[in-house]
């Protein structure tokens, strides 16, 4: 009875029976550490446990096989940049020989040739992998499938049988990974494979190589005139500590110029390469640099055109710097598996105190991934979420991670398509910011439940100075919720709970709460089909709020009598 889900499909199912074995008692709770249903007599012997009831499993479940899915991604992710990696080490070890010895001076060869080089040595490596990555990608199909059918799954059994289905996944996956090749062993056989066929292209390419140093057509690089300025002061200033670049396109081989001179200044602390256009080209060439960069604490590489690769190129070079106070990188496009390839190196950020991913094309899974490298982040006191796409569950696993962060004070979480059941998980973890001043949370869907949890949550924030919680379909009793709450925010200066459809009801109520907001400055109430009653309600208290110099109030039923109160 105490054996583990994982096995005879047929077995699991059958001690999984939703009827206690010892007791003959109904099995109403799923204990996930012992991974058993129980009963109400075997309460005494799971102490401690974490209980689940029949409503609460789905979204255990969920979460166990996404988990398993980011695992299984960061595999291949890994699998891939490891194959780059040998690729890398290679090839420059053997172009750097046939520089040598054709000619000292030779620093760069011809593009053509190393690209010959480049596909051979990729080719040489990807023949291994890819006996084991389309395995790992099958299994990835299976839970992503697995993941569908829970959504039809209507009874306590259909549910514990998709989570014995994940463990026999789960121990197809291990099957698999213990055929792959330990690191050393693939690196060498990697080697080994094709050095042989690299050695014969450089010989067949020799002669090629010697006609183009005798024309003097080597490969320079193409630095822009105002970069080429840029160099020329960084070279000036060999303690340099603040270099700002932002707003300045890059173009051709501006990345690499800079990436040769910054790694030579130690000094640099603060880095500001705001829209920039460098792409993924651009920011690989300049990653190793900055890892070289140690006493780096502000770096900037927001609106830069960053996807997958080149966060792929960059988590190694982030990992090195453990001086980092503040990242920001929103408005690239590294999406969840970009997030999967940055997480383990932001869990070493531990100096951080600002984070901006606002904008970076994330989901629930890039948020699985991330959760726990946010929980290490104890310094943080901004965090900026915006307009991702995380939904319930990826708000869900970042409540537990946020809850660390007692130091809080900016967290903007605004465009994130989050339910009531997220805002729910997000509002236990709110009320723990004490110092929060910012809470950014418009533009998801939390409806009714979700303003009333969120209305108990901040409660506890006295610090507060600045809401935002427009168009979340809160309606009339999720405005009466909030404003409860809202009346206790003695340091409020600005409150936007606009395009929520609260009418008269909810703006009655918020004319109470906003009446004891003697510091407020900025009112924002549009869209939310208030009428006459409601309108002169909040007109009488906004009489009273005299440092308030901006009311936003369009797009409501005011008629004469409203409009006079208002004047």
């Known amino acids: 009875y105490q054996r583990r889900v994982h096995g005879d499909l047929q077995e699991d199912m059958e001690a999984l029976m939703p009827i206690c074995k010892e007791h003959g008692k109904e099995c109403l709770l799923y204990c996930t550490q012992c991974k058993r249903v129980i009963c109400p007599n075997c309460m005494q012997f799971h102490e401690g446990h974490i209980k689940l009831t029949e409503k609460e499993l789905p979204k255990f479940v969920k979460q166990e096989a996404y988990k398993l899915l980011v695992e299984e991604k960061a595999k291949i992710m890994k699998m891939r940049s490891d194959e780059l990696t040998v690729e890398e080490i290679v090839v420059n070890n053997y172009i750097k020989s046939m520089t040598e010895d054709i000619k000292r001076s030779l620093t760069n060869l011809e593009e053509a040739i190393i690209s010959s080089i480049q596909k051979e040595a990729r080719n040489a490596i990807f023949a291994q992998n890819d006996k084991v990555v389309p395995q790992y990608v099958a299994k990835n199909n299976e839970i992503s499938t697995l993941l569908e059918e829970l959504k039809n799954a209507t009874t306590f059994k259909d549910i514990l049988l998709k989570y014995a289905q994940l463990g026999k996944i789960k121990s197809d996956i291990d099957g698999i990974t213990a055929k792959v090749p330990k690191e050393e062993e693939k690196m060498s056989g990697g080697v080994n494979c094709f050095v042989g066929k690299i050695k014969s292209i450089l010989g067949s390419a020799s002669v ?109 070079a982030m990992k090195e710097l453990q001086s980092l106070k503040i990242l920001y990188m929103g408005n690239n496009n590294i999406g969840n598996e970009g997030a999967i390839a940055l997480a383990p190196a932001m869990k070493e950020l531990k100096s951080l105190t600002a984070l901006d991913i606002y904008k970076i094309g994330i989901e629930s899974e890039g948020m699985i991934a991330l959760a726990p490298a946010i929980k290490d982040l104890k310094a943080l006191t901004e965090f900026v979420l915006s307009v991702n796409n995380i939904g319930n569950e990826g708000a869900i696993a970042l409540a537990p991670a946020i809850r660390e962060l007692k130091l809080l004070a900016n967290f903007c979480i605004d465009g994130n398509n989050i339910g009531n059941e997220g805002a729910i998980a997000l509002a236990s973890a709110i009320k723990e910011f004490k110092f929060l001043n910012r809470l950014a949370i418009d533009h998801n869907n939390i409806g009714i439940e979700g303003a009333i949890a969120l209305a108990s949550a901040i409660k506890e924030c006295k610090s507060l100075t600045i809401l935002y919680i427009e168009d979340n379909n809160i309606g009339p009793e999720g405005a009466t919720a909030l404003a409860t709450a809202i009346k206790e925010l003695k340091l409020l200066v600005e409150l936007d709970i606009g395009n929520n459809n609260i009418r008269n009801e909810g703006a009655i109520a918020l004319a109470a709460a906003i009446k004891e907001l003697k510091l407020l400055t900025i009112l924002a109430i549009p869209y939310n089909n208030i009428g006459n009653e409601g309108i002169m309600t909040l007109a009488g208290a906004i009489k009273e709020l005299k440092t308030l110099t901006n009311l936003f109030m369009t797009n409501n039923c005011i008629g004469d009598e409203g409009a006079i109160a208002l004047a």
């Open 208 to 316: 090629q190589i010697a006609h183009l140093i005798t024309k003097d057509e080597r490969h320079t690089i193409k630095v822009s005139e105002k970069m080429s300025k840029h160099i020329e002061a960084i070279k000036k200033d060999p303690k340099i500590s603040k270099l700002e670049l932002d707003n300045e396109p890059m173009q051709d081989d501006d990345s690499i110029a800079l990436a040769k001179e910054i790694k030579e200044h130690k000094s640099l602390a603060h880095l500001d390469l705001l829209a920039n256009n460098m792409g993924n080209e651009g920011v690989t060439a300049l990653a190793p640099a900055l890892g070289e960069l140690k006493s780096l604490t502000y770096l900037d590489i927001r609106s830069n055109e960053i996807g997958i690769e080149g966060a792929i190129a960059l988590a190694p």
